[in-house]
């Protein structure tokens, strides 16, 4: 049975849950012919465990944490989009962790990747997209999105219970971006990396519904400015690990 924390926000329209992405090694990028070059070449990160949201953050959570909703597309149960990542780490996130105790943060490329690949259940089955070789039964991209943002949840989950995490919206990460930092990361196991020291812009994972199934894939990498907003990027929660009962 797949390990929750207890619920935020209960009984409450912005309540969410989040799961427990056990640690473990897995191999990081992909080699594969479609892959861009910024996804090379593989190599081996060691990850510890975290919790990591459900589902993106939805308009209804940041609604009642911000008490605003800057979506292109509303709907309550949408997630969120046209946030940057100063939004969300100078505005939102300080606000929830006043609220609730707990210091929720964005994922790091290597915990996203990690988390939309499966965890440790990705080695024995390693798809394409989270959760599937097949886009359409995971995700909301271009040739099934109606271009638009789509409820969180209405697709399979992947291998953690995770939803949404090829498609619907492309989901911040705390890293800068480097086109070369694989390269860097080669020797031995990397364990918990964060990305480069400095930087001009931060990734951005997972597709969106205007992508096509090349960008929904869980290896491809994306970034912008970290001042960028747009209403195909939203993002998900992760905390840092603790036996929470």
Known sequence: MQKKAPTEFKNTPAEFEML??????????SN????????????KVQVSSFWMGEFAVTQALWAYV??????DFKGANRPVEN?????????????LNSMTGHAYRLPTEAEWEY?????????QYPFEYAGSNKLEEVGWYDENSQDETKAVGLKTPNLLGLYDMSGNVWEW??????????KTSTAGVSTNPIGPATGSFRVFRGGGWGSIALLCRSTDRYFSSPAYRTYGVGFRLVLSFSPVQ
């Open 20 to 29: 427990l992405v056990e640690g473990g090694v897995f191999e990081m990028g």
């Open 32 to 43: 594969a012919k479609e892959a861009y070059d910024d996804e090379k070449p593989v190599h």
């Open 66 to 71: 911000m008490k605003e909703n800057p979506s």
């Open 83 to 95: 946030v940057s990542y100063e939004d969300i780490v100078k505005e939102f996130l300080p606000r």
């Open 115 to 123: 988390a939309a690949k499966g965890g440790k259940y990705g080695q």
């Open 173 to 182: 990460c705390s890293d800068w971006y480097a086109e070369d930092f694989y």
